[in-house]
T-cell receptor
Framework: GAVVSQHPSWVICKSGTSVKIECRSL??????MFWYRQFPKQSLMLMAT?????????EQGVEKDKFLINHASLTLSTLTVTSAHPEDSSFYIC???????????FGPGTRLTVL | KQEVTQIPAALSVPEGENLVLNCSFT??????LQWFRQDPGKGLTSLLL?????REQTSGRLNASLDKSSGRSTLYIAASQPGDSATYLC????????????FGQGTILTVHP
């Protein structure tokens, strides 16, 4: 089956620093990837759609200048949380859409803790 | 705007029971519906994907049904085991694409020995 990886799996940083999270599709190409965040005991909320070679599309209420997304290749999308604050602490999960467009596969998630 | 609701929010059963998890969605114009499993602190594992043209899908002890007209799906787990303990999420694509999934709040399942 299709495999999606994320790196790092967890990160702890100081308030004000920037953190980059990578999402890779290991055995397939993905022109579209998605970034979700999940707060404790809550469901996943879509943050943005990452399209290879073009700008990401952000959901309402998500600050595009704070959550920078780059989809530089067909197998890699990155999410950079800029000037992180404690309220950004969350579980970030990416997914990659098969080129058929009919199914997406999820990464294992990245736990971000901002002190 | 698509809304997805899962009932019950939590379920605790003894090992061996057959159980049903429910998912409802407000906009029946969906391409497919997907059931996921999430273990604590982990990502999502896809369990079953039902296309809009299908009525059900089966994988091992799992069976998922879809009734688009009524906006409902059920996940049936047969002969539950402690290893089935996890949060189960259903999700449907929003808008006119297969992406941009809208998730339910999940059902937390505990199967005790």
């Amino acid at each position: 089956g299709a495999v999606v990886s994320q790196h790092p799996s967890w990160v702890i940083c100081k308030s004000g620093t920037s953190v980059k999270i990578e999402c890779r599709s290991l055995d397939f190409q993905a022109t579209t990837m998605f970034w979700y965040r999940q707060f404790p005991k809550q469901s996943l909320m879509l943050m943005a759609t990452s399209n290879e070679g073009s700008k990401a599309t952000y959901e309402q209420g998500v600050e595009k200048d704070k959550f920078l997304i780059n989809h530089a290749s067909l197998t890699l999308s990155t999410l950079t949380v800029t000037s992180a604050h404690p309220e950004d602490s969350s579980f970030y999960i990416c997914s990659a859409l098969l080129t058929s467009g009919k199914e997406q596969f999820f990464g294992p998630g990245t736990r971000l803790t901002v002190l | 705007k698509q809304e997805v609701t899962q009932i019950p929010a939590a379920l605790s059963v003894p090992e061996g029971e057959n159980l049903v998890l429910n998912c409802s969605f407000t906009d029946s114009a969906i391409y497919n519906l997907q059931w996921f499993r999430q273990d604590p602190g982990k990502g999502l594992t896809s369990l079953l994907l039902i296309q809009s043209s299908q009525r059900e899908q089966t994988s091992g002890r799992l069976n998922a049904s879809l009734d688009k007209s009524s906006g409902r799906s059920t996940l049936y787990i047969a002969a539950s085991q402690p290893g089935d303990s996890a949060t189960y999420l259903c999700a449907v694509p929003g808008g006119t694409s297969y992406g941009k999934l809208t998730f339910g709040q999940g059902t937390i399942l505990t199967v005790h020995p």
